[in-house]
């Protein structure tokens, strides 16, 4: 099974004729047993396309997170479907998952989790050195508006620099999804739409499936659609007709 190669047996055509990255059907994750079980996710249906910028929005502990990390591998479902194009990630083994973390998936954090000695330049190139067909660092930073801070690093930088640096080697391995839990989370508003900026163009240059976890429903109106949990289920969808550029959203 390649997972970062597949073409997808099912069908695969998204809205505008994007591709399916992702189908979902009845995804459920339990934790613990008895009277301490947990439901993080109760039969989640859902289908992600190719070039969609998608906000996750709901309540802390509402199952967000844990779909995010379903998504990116970092973590198996209960039971349920869980496809990547043609591959099924429910059955794959830790080398295939570690292989499609690795190739096809970007992740961004509330905290950046740069390597301090190293600069920017040199953070993103530790991701480029491992992906089959990187960007340059160089060019990553450019993306994200960098293009300055090369040589710059982390202490050197503020707190919105180094989550464009994060966001810059998240993107510079030219992964089909990218996955961002509460980005801006620990910025102020200025610096966040500086971010989600940085986040939006790489979402439209690059053409890759974004999902971004929030609390703040002032984002929703940048994304292609916008989905709300609830109790580790989907309460309700939005698909916007216009997205809205970051740096108009009324905060």
Known sequence: MNLTHATAS???????????????????????????????LDGVDLDLNSGELIVLLGPSGSGKTTLLNQLGGLDLP?????????????????????????????????????????????????????????????????????????DHFPAQLSGGEQQRVAIARAIAKRPAVLLCDEPTG????????????????????LGTLTVIITHNAVMADMADRVIHFMDGRVLSEHRNKVRAAPATLKW
């Open 10 to 40: 099912h069908p695969t055509t998204g809205p505008h004729g994007s591709s399916k990255v992702f189908h979902v059907r009845g995804l459920t994750k339990i934790y613990g047993e008895g009277t301490a079980q947990v439901r993080a």
């Open 78 to 150: 209960t039971s349920g479907e869980l496809r990547y194009r043609d591959a099924d990630l429910t059955t794959a083994n830790e080398e295939q998952l570690t292989q499609y973390r690795r190739e096809s998936v970007g992740f961004i954090f509330q905290f950046y989790n740069l390597i301090p000695s190293l600069t920017a330049r040199e953070n993103v190139g530790l991701i480029t050195e491992i992906a089959d067909h990187p960007m340059a660092p160089e060019d990553a930073l450019h993306m994200v508006g960098l293009g300055a801070r090369l």
């Open 186 to 205: 620990a910025l102020d508003v200025k610096t966040g739409i500086v971010v989600l900026e940085a986040i939006e163009r790489a979402n439209r240059e």
